[in-house]
């Protein structure tokens, strides 16, 4: 009750000291995009008709219909302590530790000297980058042509993101997963996916879960060497690609060690050709 009586105070007051109908002063207010956690700066500016001073008397922030934020703070409006003034007599607000809970549409009035510029709205929103995906299977140790299941979950992400499969080759298994979103206490997202094979190909290995945020591009990823029971087969690609490593380098090693052999044996051969000639400092001394 207390805090109505002092909004319509503060509506009444703006008629002392002008109105926006007049068009001195207007104000224009950018979409705001927050990072949970961080500090948000929401920009706000004037719009004159003229070039002159403006003095801030009282800003009035709104989510909804009620009131977050009040400068100077009065009695008995209870604000968010975690808004402030970005700069001294400017319309421009930050915003600390942002939350999910602070997304949505706000109104915003500023009282000036030069007039009232009444309920400028600006949209909200709030942004967290997802955690590196963890992998995991059931069975731990899988069998060729045997039913394995893979689980993947990446937290701390906000909005809905998804989750994309692949294989070694790029095949893309998606379509054959299943995905849970859940909100935790604190409206951050878990993302959990399932893929499920009936015969798992040992030559599908390894996999790739992808995390994608909500304007689907690719936040995470993480690759899975799954353990297979009896090892991998000799000619599995996941083989071919180690013994292919391998034998780069070898072949490098190889031919680091080819020149400085060169190296060494031109050295040699310089030295023959021009050999070093060391005078007796006794026989010098007599000449």
Known sequence: MGSVMFLCLLMLSSICFGNS???????????AVGVIGQTTHITCSFKTSGDFNITIHTLLLKKGDEACFVFPPKEPVIINPRF?????????????????????????????????????????TVTAKFNIPVISSVPEEIKNSQKADLYCSSSGGYPAGTIHWFDHTGTNWTSSSTLVRTEGEDKLLLLSSKLSFTNIDVNWIPFKCVVLNSKGMVEEESMFHMKMEGGIPDDSPSNFQTVNVAAAAVV????????????????????????????????????
Do not use: W
């Open 252 to 287: 490098i090693g190889s031919l680091i060690v080819g020149l400085l052999l060169m190296l060494l044996l031109c050295r040699r051969r310089a030295r023959q050709h021009f050999p070093v000639a060391i005078t007796d400092p006794e026989q010098g001394s007599n000449n």
């Open 21 to 31: 109908s007049d068009k001195i002063i207007d104000m224009e207010c950018q979409s």
């Open 84 to 124: 402030k003034v970005a700069v001294q007599n400017k319309p421009s607000l930050l915003l600390s530790n942002t939350s999910v809970s602070d997304e949505g549409e706000y109104k915003y009035t500023v009282i000036t000297d030069r007039g009232v510029v009444q309920d400028i709205t600006f949209g909200f």
